[in-house]
């Protein structure tokens, strides 16, 4: 299947979904004393799918490569900003491993993705497109 538009990608739909959970749990009650922690973790989030779209756009694979990298990393830094969520009890250990596993299934398929374009670049194919 070729991907025509960002739309398309599996890893932007499973990003918006992570998105999504992470603002229904910073609406919750428990993260209104907690602005920083809640805004961190709704800036990091963005960019995991800001990263892939500006990195899918950009119409190379180089730059597709680095810029899911970034989304990659910043999946990251949800996952310990949940860790830390979970520690000051912001969060149950249920709400913590949904949203953590969905995550550790995003990077894993956005893994599988660069592994895939730095193939496709040592075979002589650059564009996304």
Not at 31 to 38: G, R
Not at 41 to 53: D, G, H, P, Q
Not at 88 to 106: D, G, M, P, R
């Amino acid at each position: 299947m070729k991907i025509n538009s960002f739309e398309d990608l599996e890893i932007w739909k499973s990003s918006l979904k992570i998105t999504r959970d992470i603002y229904d749990l910073t609406a919750k009650r428990d993260f209104s004393h907690d602005f920083e922690l809640k805004n961190q973790l709704k800036r990091a989030v963005i960019s995991i799918s800001s990263n892939i779209v500006e990195g899918f756009e950009k119409n190379n694979n180089n730059e597709f490569i680095r810029f899911l990298k970034i989304a990659k990393g910043s999946s990251g830094e949800v996952r310990n900003q949940l860790y830390i969520a979970l520690n000051v009890k912001l969060i149950t250990q249920e709400e913590f491993e949904t949203v953590n596993n969905e995550l550790l299934l995003l990077n894993s398929k956005i893994g599988s993705l660069i592994v895939y374009l730095i193939n496709q670049r040592s075979l002589g194919h650059f564009k996304t497109r």
